[in-house]
């Protein structure tokens, strides 16, 4: 397939707007749940001190099982086909989730979160894997820039929504001087609903593509593609650059589950809490699209160690300082700013460093490090909280820790890959296998 003239073409244009609903919705729920187990919410005596951890791991866990099988259906299919059918699916968990909160039962709630974030799994190596085939490969930053902007922008739009919805639900959660309204319970599911027939709407606009590797043979053992996948990727620096990827989402995560304890630090409502979220994924976004423009029609790995750097002194910071909402909303906007530097040319290192006829399989491995990363996020935040009582904030602290020692260690090692001039002046292609 000849590669389209312009970067902002339709099939990009509507991948983007496909991947932002997916995302707004993804977040909207993790969200809504998080408020209703976090102190002080619906259902905050169902899962205990750190609830919105097991929230967090209902969001990975489907991610590690099946990124590995998304994967080689993204190499074997064609990657436009399965983005139309994870949002078919999508209309239908939506429908799950209408039913748990209309029926009140966290548990359902909880099982349409795992559905949502298993064809979110299924939708990531094609949609990665999709951007080198409908864009210029002198684009991937640019695009990839874009993309992470659209994203970032969608979980400010889920977050932010999070509040008012979740207030909607239980009103008492508005606090002492606002009028007790009636609840509402069917608004997070019908939101659900709608968000996701629009990005089922913006899918059939991505053009027809044909699959990489069509006679590939799928494994359906959830875990041995991922071995394969390791050991191939192990013979370059793309280990190295997709551990150092999902060494961002365990900091991500991290700082994600913090934020919703602000509203008992803070003593604000739901909706001032989202706004923290909100602010997070802004300033994420404005770094990626600040990345794809330092970087133009290159990669440009050395942004990875600014980027780290900035997020360490951040961290620091929201981990130490006096709590005061002003202070914790600038501290967050610099700390996204900066993660948006490192994530960026981390993603364009893996498209190009990734075999067009492999794309699929080692991004799907890539995408369930992140997740395993994130998974363990989960588990270090409920430990601190639950078995450590450590107040919500200092796990900043933590946040800083791993940006400065983990980051620092993977950086160095990807030091020449870093420096190499021949990657930065790169057009982004991807190596033939």
């Known amino acids: 397939m000849a590669q389209p003239t312009r970067l902002f073409n339709r099939g990009f244009v509507s991948l983007m707007f496909t991947q932002f609903f997916g995302a707004v919705n993804d977040n909207l729920l993790k969200g809504v749940l998080s408020f209703a187990v976090a102190a002080g919410g619906i259902w905050a005596n169902k899962l205990g001190e750190g609830g919105q951890a097991y929230v967090g791991m209902c969001l990975t866990v489907p991610f590690i099982l099946l990124s590995g099988i998304a994967g080689q259906l993204a190499d074997r299919t064609s990657k436009q086909w399965i983005t139309l059918l994870v949002k078919v699916a ?56 874009s993309i992470n902007m659209a994203t970032n922008i969608a979980v400010i739009a889920g977050t932010i929504l999070s509040g008012p919805v979740y207030t909607l639900m239980d ?55 991922y071995f394969g996948a390791l050991r191939d990727m192990s013979r370059s620096s793309l280990l190295l650059v997709a551990i150092a990827w999902a060494f961002f989402y365990l900091i991500g995560m991290l700082a994600l589950l913090v934020l919703p304890d602000y509203r008992d630090l803070l003593h604000v409502t739901p909706v001032e809490a989202s706004y923290l979220l909100g602010t997070l994924g802004i300033a994420i976004g404005l770094g990626s699209v600040g990345a794809g423009l330092i970087s133009g029609k290159h990669i440009e790995p050395r942004l990875i160690p600014v980027g780290a750097v900035g997020m360490t002194l951040f961290f620091v910071l929201l981990g130490t300082l006096p709590l005061h909402y002003g202070t914790v909303m600038a501290l967050l906007l610099g700390a996204g700013i900066f993660a948006g530097f490192y994530i960026v040319p981390l993603q364009a290192l893996l498209q190009h460093l990734s075999p067009a006829d492999e794309r699929g399989r080692f991004l799907g491995t890539a995408n369930a490090m992140s997740f395993v990363a994130s998974t363990l996020a989960s588990l270090i935040f409920l430990v601190a909280r639950s078995q450590f009582g450590l107040p919500s904030n200092r796990v900043f602290l933590i946040c800083a ?15 020449r890959l870093i420096t190499d001039p021949a990657v930065r002046q790169s057009n982004g292609a991807a190596p033939h296998a």
């Open 171 to 225: 009103p008492a959660s508005a606090g002492a001087g606002a009028p007790l309204a009636e609840a509402r319970p069917s608004v997070p599911g019908l939101a659900l609903l709608i968000i996701a027939l629009v990005g089922l709407g913006a899918s059939v606009f991505i053009p027809r593509l044909v699959a990489m590797n069509p006679g590939l043979r799928i494994d359906w053992n959830p875990f041995r593609p």
């Open 401 to 415: 820790a791993l940006a400065c020692v983990g980051s620092g260690v993977l950086i160095w090692r990807l030091r």
């Open 90 to 145: 999508e209309v239908g968990i939506a429908l799950v989730g209408l039913l748990a909160f209309l029926l009140g039962n966290i548990w359902i709630a909880l099982f349409a979160m795992l559905l949502l974030a298993a064809q979110s799994a299924f939708f990531g190596p094609a949609k990665y894997g999709m951007i080198p085939e409908i864009v210029r490969d002198r684009d991937l930053s640019q695009a990839n820039g």
